[in-house]
């Protein structure tokens, strides 16, 4: 049987370039180098982090870093993704007013909203954050969502245009490199543990550059044909339609994704907060090939739905799916397996995040297998139906959380995130296969 599926996937893997073009092919294989690339430069940066700050400063940090993660998907006004829908469309269509338009509009809006965001976030930190060392960090924190903001738009600008190599490569390699090189020479300079409010300003000084090389490559990337039109934003209302949606999704998925660590935080205490990020950083290399799919495939998908060429987008999501979910799973046994010695690269007092570790992992495994839902969800115009299930799901994490966490520290954490991952995943599933009538795992594949 293994030799029948090892045989069914190598010839799947050869037709690639015949199915999902040679581009998507070169984008594909491109961004998985990326992301092999940077997410252990991530781990390592974590790593840095934990040797050149204290346990109560690191989780001080990673307490702001999760609300930093929750407010810049929030001042993106959801433009970050309706972008992989619109910038497709309007080159498949050749439509380059409107691309003009959208890249310009979604500038103008994310910038002053980002920046009144900041003003609020910083007078609300004056008045009801007393610790210090808190204080401080968050509000360096706030100068960081203009900048990252425009950093998210243009990231999808690039995946829009299937470019995800210059996509990812400053936010994923470009990052980690240059601040765990600022933390270091920092701390051999002063000689004494960072405090959180440092390492977060280094971030807005690494954050800045990222943004300039950014706009210089998205520039020279775009097509020549913007050069020569006007810039069209008469569909604004439409945009907002579709990304104010996708808005309160990218909020509340964001919210979703960090809310454990934010729970633990006010509910356990900075150290225990330190332990479980070190385990939830260790758990997201697990989603390698899940973000790859979600980055690659989703221009794909959006053009191929569009364009209504069904066959092509079954056989697309077939191979997606079936290699997502193949690589996740041999990405799964080690964790388990050595989950132990990998915490102990923290140091001996986060080994104690190993139970949350494995199941953290399990609740990634189960997202593998159904990633293609949340693909299809996103770009077909079912935005607002993914936001309702996100939007149950997250309430159901919010109520696990607060039940398991006073009784199973961190422990209960990771299982309040795997359980309602996993039911908003299968939800995700259901729904899809029900009105897209696709096959949308990979057990089409393992059936032919």
Not at 104 to 119: D, E, H, P
Not at 183 to 202: D, G, N, R, W
Not at 293 to 312: D, G
């Amino acid at each position: 049987m293994l030799r029948s599926i090892g045989g069914q996937l190598f010839a799947y893997t050869h037709s690639l370039r015949a199915t999902i073009g040679s581009s998507l092919l070169r984008n594909g294989i491109s961004t998985v180098l990326i992301k092999a690339l940077g997410m252990p430069l991530a781990f390592g940066l974590q790593l840095v982090l934990v040797r050149v700050m204290n346990v109560q400063e690191y989780g001080v940090y990673a307490f702001a870093v999760s609300w930093l993660a929750i407010i810049t998907l929030v001042v993106a006004l959801g433009f970050d993704v309706s972008y992989l829908r619109f910038i497709p469309q309007y080159r498949v269509n050749r439509q380059w007013n409107y691309l003009k338009g959208i890249l310009r509009r979604g500038g103008t809006l994310v910038s002053t909203f980002s920046v009144c965001t900041g003003v609020l976030f910083a007078c609300l930190v004056f008045l009801l954050v007393e610790d210090p060392s808190l204080r401080l960090t968050l509000l360096v924190m706030c100068l960081l969502f203009p900048v990252r903001g425009l950093n998210m738009l243009r990231q999808a600008a690039l995946k829009g245009i299937e470019t995800p190599f210059w996509a990812f490569l400053p936010e994923r390699v470009l990052r980690p490199v240059m601040l765990a090189g600022g933390c270091v020479l920092l701390y051999f300079l002063i000689s004494e543990p960072l405090h959180a409010s440092s390492v977060m300003a280094l971030n807005l000084f690494v954050m800045v550059c990222l943004l300039t090389l950014g706009t210089i490559v998205l520039r020279r990337r775009l097509p020549s044909q913007l050069r020569n039109v006007q810039a069209d934003s008469s569909n604004t209302s439409e945009w907002l339609k579709v990304s104010l949606p996708l808005f309160i999704m990218s909020g509340l998925g964001v919210i979703f994704l960090r809310l454990d660590v934010l729970m633990v935080g006010f509910l356990a205490g900075k150290e225990p907060t330190a332990v479980y990020n070190a385990a939830s950083r260790t758990a997201i290399l697990m989603t390698l090939f899940i973000t790859t799919a979600l980055a690659v495939l989703s221009p794909r998908i959006s053009e191929l739905y569009y364009s209504n060429n069904l066959e092509k987008l079954q056989r697309t999501i077939s191979i997606g799916a079936t290699l997502s979910d193949v690589f996740t799973f041999l990405l799964f046994v080690p964790f388990c397996l050595f989950g132990e010695y990998v915490l102990a690269l923290f140091g001996e007092q986060y080994i104690a995040g190993l139970p949350a570790l494995v199941i953290l992992a399990a609740g990634y495994l189960v997202e593998a297998f159904t990633v293609m839902a949340n693909i299809l969800l996103r770009v077909t115009g079912y935005q607002k139906i993914s936001a309702g299930l996100l939007a149950s799901a997250l309430l159901l994490n919010v109520l696990l959380n607060v039940t398991l966490i006073p009784h199973y520290g961190i422990t209960g954490a990771a299982l309040a995130t795997a359980v309602s991952t996993a039911l908003l995943n299968v939800l995700r599933l259901l729904y899809a296969r029900k009105h897209l009538g696709l096959h949308i795992t990979c057990f089409a594949f393992l059936k032919k």
